[in-house]
């Protein structure tokens, strides 16, 4: 099953704009992790963000944690073409073993 | 610094075929190894991961199999392939000796493109 669901599911916006993700989730969490996908490619990881964090920021990217409403929100900044991808939530609920739980992921277009 | 490989990059295959794709890691060791398979426009489902030698969880009852038999070296095969089988499968790794043991970030190969025809 999934735990991270995305929102929204696509995502249109010009050069320079900032683009916001959503992510909400079921279950308490060790970490909520983001990853971006380019068609047809692997996944790269973003960002790590631990239940006891509120926000995180790595170069472009802020990552919030609202653990008591379930959610994660993605936020990049001053969108480039180059940004244009799929980007996936997902959660870790520690078990000893390391495992994720992906979304769907939100596609995101950003025209020049 | 560590890399991940998969291959074939593409693969198409009749249906009740058998499968193997292949994934080595270089750069750490004793990581743990997953496999994922991604349906077109979805997320990933995690099918299999290991976390040493010859030990193998499934998280999906399907007709997939996976073995580990070395450290680096995980490894997703099938006896006869079904056309619910198609999809791109992403081979990934985490932890290992170069990374923290509280560190769970995943580190993703390119992927294989499998069809089923």
């Known amino acids: 099953s999934q735990q991270g669901e995305e929102d929204p599911q696509a995502l249109s916006i010009q050069e320079g704009e900032n683009a916001t993700m959503n992510c909400s989730y079921k279950?308490?969490?060790?970490?909520l992790q983001w990853y971006r996908q380019n068609s047809g490619r692997g996944l790269v990881h973003l960002i790590l963000?631990?239940?006891?964090?509120r926000e995180k920021h790595s170069g472009r990217l802020r990552v919030t944690l609202d653990t008591s409403k379930k959610s994660s929100s993605l936020l990049i900044t001053a969108s480039r073409a180059a940004d244009t991808a799929s980007y996936f939530c997902a959660t870790a609920s520690y078990s000893g073993y390391s495992t994720l739980t992906f979304g769907k992921g939100t596609m995101l277009l950003v025209s020049p | 610094s560590q890399t991940i490989h998969q291959w074939p990059a593409t693969l198409v295959q009749p249906v009740g075929s058998p499968l193997s794709l292949e994934c080595t890691v270089e750069?750490?060791?004793?990581?743990?190894l997953y496999w994922y398979r991604q349906a077109a426009g979805r997320g990933l489902q995690l099918l299999f991961y290991?976390?040493?030698?010859?030990?193998i969880s499934s998280e999906v009852p399907q007709n997939l199999s996976a073995s580990r038999p070395q450290d680096r070296q995980f490894i997703l095969s099938s006896k006869k392939l079904l056309l619910s089988d198609s999809g791109f499968y992403l081979c990934?790794?985490?932890?290992?000796?170069?990374?923290?043991?509280?560190?769970?970030?995943?580190?993703f190969g390119p992927g294989t493109r499998l069809t089923v025809l």
């Open positions: 990934a790794w985490s932890g290992g000796t170069t990374l923290p043991s509280s560190y769970n970030e995943q580190f």
């Open positions: 963000i631990r239940s006891n964090e």
């Open positions: 279950t308490s969490i060790n970490n």
């Open positions: 750069g750490t060791s004793n990581p743990n």
């Open positions: 290991s976390v040493g030698i010859g030990q």
